[in-house]
C-alpha cells in the first residue's frame, strides 16, 4: 500500500536495465559457439606433403612455384599428341598459328570480356587458341572460350541474363562468425552445373586429343599458393568423377574468400586422405599464361610458325580517384581494389615480358575509359548487359587489342 502523499518512483522496465553480466556471458557464448559449429573440414595437407597430394583424378594439376618440371611434361605430352593427330589428317595437314587466349578475374566485369569475345567471333578472324588459361570470372568463360564460336549463346546468356539472385544468396550476419561465408554460392553452382554438361566435357576431351590445353587456376588457401588445373586432362581422364571435379574447380576459382564459401577438395597422400581448401584464383594471380622458369621456345617445333597470346583483363587499368569515407569497411574496401589492381597491372607486365623473351606477339584488351554506365549494385543485369554490349561493339567496329601494358615504355629496350 502506497503511503499517502508520497510518490514511488517508477522502475524501469527490466528489460531495459544494463545487464553488464548478461552482455559478458552473450559474448562467451557466441565465441564458443564459433568455435564449435562453425563449419568442419578434414586434415590439412602437411606443408611437405603438399606437391605429392593428388586429387581424385591424378596428374591434372601442378604447382607453378613447387614442380614446374609438371607443366614440362604436359606441354611435351601436347606437343605429340598434336603431332600424330595432324599425321591422322593426310600429307595436306600443317600445324596453325600457335595462339594463346588469358582471361583474367573481375567478377560482374566478365561481361565485357565475354562481349568482346562474341563480337570477335562475329568479325570472322577468331583464331582456334591453342591453349586457353582463365582465373576466377574467366575460368566461367575459358572451356566456352576454348570451345570455340559455337558456344557464344552461353557467354551472352551468363553475362546477359543473371542477377545477383542467380550467384549467390546473402547469409545473415553471424556467419561472419559461425560460418565460412558472408553468402552461399549454391546458385552459381546450379548455374555451372547447367552449362558444364557430359556434352561439353566430351568436347574438351576431343580437344585435348589435337594437343590443345586448357587450364584454370586456384589458390590452395592451406598452402597459401596457386595451382593450376589441366581442365582437357580432367576431361580427357574419362572418369566417373571427371564431371564433378571439372565444376569445382570452376567454382573454387570464382569463390572470392570471405564473400563466398571455399570449395574443400579431397585428395590423398600415399593412401591417407587429406582436404584441402580452395579459394578464389585471383588471390594469387589475376591473370596467368605460364610461369617464368617455363620456356615455350623447345615446343614450338614447327618452323617459323607466329606466336601470339591474346590477354583480356576484365577491368578498367586507368586511375580510380573516388573520395573514401572514415569509415572501416570503407577503407579496408578501397585497400583491397587498390591491391587487386595492383596485383592485376603485375601480372600483365609478367605476360609481356616472358611473351617478349620467348618470342610470343603481345596483344592485350581491358575496359577503356570511356565506359562510364553506372553500377547500382553487384552483379547489376542492366550494368552487365551495357558492358557486354561495349566489348562486343569494341571487337566488332575497332581494334581493342594493345601491343603493350598501360604505362610501359614505348621503345622498350630488346628483349633478354
Known sequence: MRPHGRRVPKRAPVAHRPKPLALLLTILLTAALAGCITP?????????????????????????????????????????????????QGPGAHPEPITFLAVSGGAEEGAFGAGLLVGWSETGTRPEFRAVTGISTGALIAPFAFLGPRYDPVLEATYTEVSRRDIFRRRAITAAVLDDAMADTAPLAALIDRYVTPEVLDEIAAEYA???????????????????????????????????????????????????????????????????????????????????SFRLTPFVWAPDRPRTVYVIRNARLDPDWSRIDRRTLTIAGRSVGALIHSQGMGDLTQIYLLARRDGVDFKLAYIPPSFDVPKRTDFDTEYMRALFAYGHDLARTGDPWHDLPPDYPVSPSPAP
Do not use: C
Not at 236 to 250: C, G, Q, T, Y
Open 40 to 88: 568442419g573440414r578434414g586434415a590439412a595437407v602437411p606443408d611437405e606433403l603438399t606437391a605429392q597430394a593428388q586429387p581424385v583424378i591424378p596428374n591434372v594439376r601442378y604447382w607453378p612455384t613447387r614442380d614446374p618440371d609438371v607443366l614440362v611434361r604436359a606441354a611435351a605430352a601436347s606437343v605429340e599428341r598434336e603431332k600424330a593427330w595432324l599425321a591422322s
Open 210 to 292: 589435337k594437343g590443345r590445353l586448357l587450364f584454370v587456376g586456384t589458390t590452395d588457401l592451406d598452402a597459401r599458393e596457386p595451382v593450376i588445373w589441366d581442365m582437357t586432362a580432367i576431361a580427357a581422364s574419362r572418369d566417373p568423377h571427371a564431371l564433378e571435379l571439372f565444376r569445382k574447380v570452376m567454382l573454387a576459382s570464382a569463390s572470392i574468400p570471405g564473400a563466398f564459401p571455399p570449395v574443400m577438395i579431397d585428395v590423398t597422400v600415399d593412401g591417407r586422405r587429406y582436404q584441402e581448401m580452395h579459394v578464389d584464383g585471383g588471390v594469387a594471380h589475376q591473370v596467368f599464361l605460364y610461369p617464368s
